[in-house]
C-alpha cells in the first residue's frame, strides 16, 4: 500500500476537510438534514390534479403511518381540530386565490386523542397565464412553544397586578385579566389598537415620558404616577424594553396612596393640636397677648385644616365680637384676607354661619359658600375680597368654655380641595377646643390675679408722714397672675412716738396668700401698737398667735424701730432696732452714701414654724439724713437671679442712684433690678430721717 507524500506545512490528510462534488444531489441532502435536525415536514399540493404529497416528517406530526396518508386534502382536513379547520382551509384558499404565502398555525387531533399545535408556512406557484397550479410548504410541530406560552399565560392571566405589552408601534399585543379589569376596557377593545388613542391623557404625562425613554434607552423604568377620569387613579407602574417592544406591569395603589396621605394628615392634625397647645400656653393677660397668639393659631391652622383661616374674638370689656386674625396659604392673599376680615362681621346677614355659631354655641359646615355668602355681601370692597378668596366649602366653629362663647374659628377651601373629612372637622374642633379653654383660663386666671391685688392693696394703707422723716411705700404685683398675693408692708407710729417699719413675704401666691398676709398684718399692728414694745418681742408675740390660732402660714418678716431720745436729738443722731424672722437684710443708705447690710445674710428662723423659737433685736446708731430700706425678695431673687447676686446688685444700684429723692429713688430701683417684667410681688417700705434742724 503506498502513502501519499507529505509536503512540508500542509495538515495530515485526517485533517483535511471532506470535499464533496457540489451537485444538486449534495444540495438536496444538506438541506434534507437540516429539516430533520428541525423537525420540519414538507408538503407539496398540486393543485390541478389535487395530488397532496408530504414527506416522513410531516406524516410523523400528523399521526400517519407510512401508506396510510390518501395524499388528499380531506385526509388533511380530517386531523384538524374542530375548531382549527375552517380558518386553516380558508388560509390555504386565501393563498391560491391571491397567489401568496399561506401562513396559519392551527391544532392537529391525533387517533390517540393527543392535541398538537403545528405551524403551517408555504407559498403558491404560478403558471404563465398567473393561475396557482402547486403549493409548496411546511410544517412545524409548536406544541412545545405553545405549551411554554400558555404556561406564562396562565401565569400572567393568574396575577393579581395588570399586564400588558406593547409592539414597537405603540400598538396592544397583550393584555391580561387584571389589566381589562384596572382599564376598564376588554381585550377585543385593547389587542391592536394605539395607546396613545385609547388613552389619550397619557400623552404628555409621566406615562408618555417614562415609556417612551424605556423603549429609546432600553432601560427598565419605575415610577408611579396619576391618570385622570375616567381611571381616576394612581399607578404603581414598571415598564422594561424587549426585542418586540414594551412589557408594562402595574399595579393600582389608589388606595395604598390614600392611606399613606391620610396617616401624613393623621400626623399633620396631631402636630398641630400639639403646637395649638404650646401656642396657648402661652401668657394671655392681654388683649394684644390673645390676638398676638390667635394670630399664630390662625398661621398653624393653613394649610393642615384648610386655604385659610379667620378667628374671632369677643372683647373682654363689651363683648362684641371681632375678627382679631387671619392667614392664607398663599402669602400674595394674605392681605385679601386681611381685608375681608376686616369688614364681613359688618356685612355678612344676620344669619351669616359665623354668626350663628356664635349665637347658637354650635358648629356649622356651608358646603357651598358662594351660593350662601356672596349673596348678602354688599358690592365694593368686601365682595372684592370674598371673590378674590373664591372660598368653596367653610367650617366655623364656635370657641366655647365653661358654657360661654368666646369667640369662632372660620376654616375656608377653595375648589381645588375637597371638603372637610370628619377627621379634619374633629381636629378643628379640638383646636377650637383648646384655644376657647386657654383664653377662659386665662382671663379667669387675671379676674383671680386682680381680685388678689385688689384685695392686698385694699390692706396696704398709706404710710404715714411723722414731722422727722419722710416714709415711701411701693407694691407691684407679679407679671403672672398665679404670683399674686403675699407680700406686704406697714408703717404706723406707737403711742410713744416711736415709727415702726413692717415687711414681710407669706409663704404662697395666691388669694389665701393674701388673706393670710392680711391676718398677719393686723395682728402684728395691734401686738406693736399697744406700747413700746420692742420689734423681737412683737416678732415673739406674733408667732404665738400664728399657732395658737391654727393659722397654718409660714411668713418672713423684719419689724424695725425708729428711736430717739433728747439727747439723740441733740447730736442729730437716730437708733434703728430690728429683729429679722427670715427675711432678706434691710439695708442703711448713709448721708455720705454708703450702703451696708443690717444684720447678716438671713435672719432668725421664720414665723409659722416653731412658736418658741428665740427672738433677738439688734440696733445701731445712724445719723440723721439716713435712709433706712426694707424689701421683699421679689427684688433681688428670682429665675435668672440669685438671691446673694440680687442683694449686691440692690447695694450697687441703692449706691448709684443715693442722690435721688426718696420717691424717685424707690421707683428708680425696682425698674433697674426687675426691668424684664416681675416674676414674683414686690414690697418697699423706705424711711429716711430728716436732718436736725
Known amino acids: 500500500m503506498t502513502v501519499p507524500e507529505q509536503r512540508p506545512g500542509s495538515p495530515p490528510e485526517a485533517a483535511r476537510p471532506l470535499s464533496l462534488p457540489d451537485d444538486p444531489e449534495v444540495s438536496r441532502l444538506r438541506f434534507e438534514l437540516a429539516i430533520d435536525a428541525a423537525g420540519i415536514g414538507s408538503f407539496d399540493w398540486d393543485l390541478v390534479t389535487g395530488r397532496l404529497s408530504w414527506d416522513d416528517q410531516l406524516l410523523a406530526i400528523f399521526g400517519y403511518r407510512a401508506g396510510g ?42 387517533p390517540s386523542g393527543e392535541t398538537r399545535w403545528v405551524q403551517g408556512r408555504g407559498r403558491a406557484l404560478a403558471d404563465d397565464r398567473g393561475v396557482a397550479v402547486r403549493l409548496l410548504g411546511a410544517g412545524m410541530d409548536t406544541t412545545r412553544l405553545r405549551e411554554g406560552d400558555a404556561r406564562v399565560s396562565r401565569v400572567l392571566e393568574s396575577m393579581r397586578s395588570a399586564f400588558f405589552a406593547l409592539d414597537r408601534g405603540w400598538r396592544f399585543t397583550y393584555v391580561n385579566a387584571e389589566a381589562e379589569r384596572v382599564l376598564h376596557r376588554s381585550r377585543d377593545e385593547l389587542l391592536g389598537g394605539d395607546l396613545w388613542a385609547l388613552f389619550p391623557a397619557a400623552v404628555g404625562s409621566d406615562f408618555e415620558v417614562h415609556y417612551r425613554a424605556a423603549m429609546e434607552r432600553g432601560e427598565e423604568r419605575v415610577f408611579e404616577a396619576y391618570y385622570p377620569p375616567p381611571l381616576d387613579a394612581w399607578y404603581e407602574v414598571r415598564a422594561w424594553p424587549g426585542p418586540d417592544g414594551l412589557s408594562v406591569y402595574f399595579l393600582d395603589v389608589t388606595e395604598r396612596r390614600a392611606a399613606e396621605q ?4 393623621g400626623a399633620a392634625r396631631l402636630a398641630l393640636l400639639a403646637e395649638v397647645s404650646a401656642l396657648m400656653s402661652t401668657t394671655l393677660g392681654s388683649p394684644a397677648a390673645e390676638r398676638a397668639a390667635l394670630q399664630r393659631v390662625a398661621e398653624s391652622v393653613v394649610p393642615v385644616l384648610g386655604d385659610w383661616a379667620i378667628l374671632t374674638l369677643a372683647d373682654g ?29 359688618a356685612s355678612v346677614a344676620p344669619d351669616a354661619p359665623v354668626l350663628r355659631a356664635l349665637g347658637s354655641g354650635r358648629l356649622f359646615t356651608v358646603a357651598d359658600v358662594p351660593a350662601v355668602i356672596r349673596p348678602t355681601l354688599p358690592e365694593g370692597e368686601v365682595r372684592e375680597a370674598f371673590d378674590a378668596l373664591a372660598p368653596r366649602t367653610a367650617v366655623t366653629l364656635p370657641l366655647l368654655a365653661r358654657g360661654r362663647t368666646l369667640g369662632a374659628l372660620s376654616i375656608y377651601r377653595g375648589a381645588g380641595r375637597p371638603p372637610a373629612s370628619a377627621e379634619d372637622v374633629a381636629a378643628a374642633r379640638e383646636v377650637a377646643d383648646r384655644v376657647a379653654l386657654a383664653l377662659d383660663n386665662a382671663r379667669l386666671f387675671d379676674q383671680q390675679r386682680r381680685l388678689a391685688e385688689a384685695l392686698q392693696r385694699s390692706m396696704l394703707t398709706a404710710a404715714p408722714q411723722p414731722d422727722d422723716a419722710e416714709i415711701v411705700v411701693r407694691y407691684q404685683p407679679a407679671v403672672q397672675a398665679a404670683q399674686v398675693g403675699g407680700d406686704w408692708y406697714d408703717a404706723f407710729l406707737q403711742p410713744d412716738g416711736c415709727t415702726v417699719l413692717v415687711i414681710g413675704d407669706v409663704v404662697g401666691h395666691d388669694t389665701e396668700a393674701a388673706a393670710a398676709m392680711g391676718q398677719l398684718r393686723g395682728m402684728l399692728r395691734g401686738i406693736a401698737h399697744r406700747g413700746d414694745t420692742p420689734p423681737d418681742a412683737v416678732l415673739g408675740e406674733l408667732d404665738a398667735a400664728v399657732d395658737s390660732l391654727g393659722l397654718h402660714t409660714m411668713a418672713t418678716a423684719v419689724v424695725a424701730r425708729v428711736e430717739q431720745t433728747p439727747e439723740q436729738r441733740a447730736a442729730a443722731t437716730t437708733t434703728l432696732r430690728w429683729s429679722n424672722a427670715g427675711h432678706p437684710p434691710p439695708l442703711l443708705l448713709t448721708p455720705e452714701g454708703e450702703v451696708c447690710r443690717l444684720g447678716g445674710d438671713r435672719g432668725e428662723l421664720m414665723l409659722g414654724v416653731d412658736p418658741a423659737a428665740r427672738r433677738s433685736s439688734r440696733a445701731v446708731e445712724v445719723r440723721r439724713g439716713s435712709t433706712l430700706l426694707l424689701y421683699t425678695d421679689g427684688l433681688v431673687e428670682g429665675r435668672d437671679l440669685l438671691l446673694d447676686e440680687g442683694i449686691e446688685r440692690l447695694q450697687a444700684a441703692l449706691t448709684a442712684l443715693a442722690h435721688l429723692p426718696l420717691q424717685q429713688l424707690c421707683d428708680a430701683l425696682v425698674s433697674r433690678l426687675r426691668p424684664e417684667g416681675l416674676q414674683d410681688d414686690v414690697a418697699l417700705v423706705a424711711i429716711r430721717l430728716h436732718p436736725q434742724r
Open 69 to 110: 396518508f390518501d395524499e388528499t386534502l380531506d385526509a388533511f382536513a380530517a386531523r384538524l381540530h374542530p375548531d382549527d379547520r375552517d380558518r386553516t382551509l380558508q388560509a390555504l384558499q386565501d393563498a391560491v386565490d391571491e397567489v401568496g404565502a399561506y401562513d396559519a398555525e392551527f391544532r392537529v387531533v391525533l
Open 262 to 265: 391620610r396617616a401624613r394628615d
Open 317 to 345: 370689656v363689651d363683648g362684641r365680637m371681632h375678627d382679631v386674625a387671619s392667614w392664607h396659604t398663599d402669602p400674595a392673599m394674605r392681605p385679601v384676607t386681611a381685608a375681608y376680615a376686616t369688614l364681613r362681621l
